[in-house]
């Protein structure tokens, strides 16, 4: 068997495309929707990913400011802009971009977001909407993997799905979006304590990945039909990209995989414009 590769770079063009046009339909009633990006220190990774997400926004038509702090800010510098950016009438939404230097505490500061500009969906208010069943701004990579599934009509409804990882940024958010109400999939969490995980791997009709360790997850851990989904991005020596998922091996049992990159990566941006579009005209709405 050789697997359907999914197209995250298509996905997310589809996403940017719908998030273009709600964009313009505020503008056509005089709104415009702003992002503010905030970037502490000088990790080369974190600039390039700012950097990418401000080209995005600007390919969709949403406006971006962005804030730059010393690696030496101190938590209450950092707390201080944001609060400034939750004051600001004219910002939507703000990416905080993580993680912040050694020494200041992410989710401290990511408390400290207005939730309702909280576009990356990781301040526990939003966190706990989702606990809920009633998400609002849920989080960017979760929601970019079940809008995968989607797009491609992989029936989640009564799934098996296992999760291997459970960080609230990916593994136990995506659990809740999974197993809500309306998503109804039966979730298995599993993580470094899970004692045989191949096996309870294998239950799964989806199967997803995000343990940041390379190539990891091999065909022993996947049900032939399976479908995988790779969140992991590690780097390799050379400089290139891999994911947790040994790609050529597990393509020959899977049904559908996601490649790295190319596969979840594209999705957690776009879908980050898309929260950005609805805070805005949920801000509007409020006007
Ligand atoms: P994380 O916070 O380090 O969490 C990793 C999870 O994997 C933990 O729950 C850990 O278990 C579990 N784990 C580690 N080793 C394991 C093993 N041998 N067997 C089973 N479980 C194991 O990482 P994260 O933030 O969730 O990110 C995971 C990966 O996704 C990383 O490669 C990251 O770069 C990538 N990522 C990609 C995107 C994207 O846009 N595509 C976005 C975010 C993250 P314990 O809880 O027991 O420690």
């Known amino acids: 068997m050789k ?7 298509a996905v997310a063009a589809a996403v940017l495309d719908e998030t273009r046009e709600r964009v313009e339909a505020l503008g056509a009633r005089g709104k415009e929707a702003t992002l503010a990006t905030v970037l502490v220190g000088e990790d080369p990774a974190s600039h390039t990913y700012v950097r990418s997400k401000r080209n995005r926004a ?3 038509g949403i406006r971006s400011v962005h804030h730059e702090l010393g690696a030496d800010a101190t938590q209450g510098r950092v707390a201080g802009l944001i609060g400034r950016l939750n004051e600001a009438p004219d910002v939507d939404g703000i990416l905080l971009q ?5 020494g200041l505490d992410d989710q401290a500061a990511t408390m400290e977001i207005d939730p309702s500009k909280d576009v990356d969906g990781l301040h526990p208010a939003n966190l ?6 009633r998400p609002v701004f849920a989080p960017c990579t979760p929601s970019g ?28 958010s995506l659990a809740l979006l999974m ?33 940041g360790r390379p190539e990891m997850i091999t065909s022993e851990y996947v049900r032939p039909g399976a479908v995988v989904i790779d969140v992991g991005i590690n780097r390799t020596e050379s400089g290139g990209l891999v994911g947790d998922v040994k790609f050529e091996d597990v393509a020959g049992v899977a049904s559908a995989i996601t490649p790295v990159p190319g596969g979840v990566g594209p999705m957690t941006v776009a879908m980050l414009m898309r929260n950005t579009a609805l805070a805005a005209e ?3 709405q409020q006007a």
């Open 3 to 9: 697997a359907t590769v999914i197209d995250g770079k």
């Open 179 to 211: 197993m809500a109400r309306g998503a109804d999939a039966t979730v298995t969490v599993a993580h470094s304590r899970t004692k045989g995980l191949a096996e309870a791997a294998k239950r799964a009709d989806i199967l997803v990945a995000a343990v």
């Open 58 to 60: 600007a390919e969709v």
């Open 98 to 102: 993580l993680p912040l230097p050694p």
């Open 128 to 133: 706990g909407m989702i606990v809920l069943d």
């Open 145 to 172: 993997c079940m809008r995968l599934l989607d797009y491609y009509d992989i029936p989640v409804r009564g799934a098996e799905v296992v999760i291997v990882g459970r960080s609230f940024l990916v593994g136990r």
């Open 282 to 284: 949920r801000r509007a």
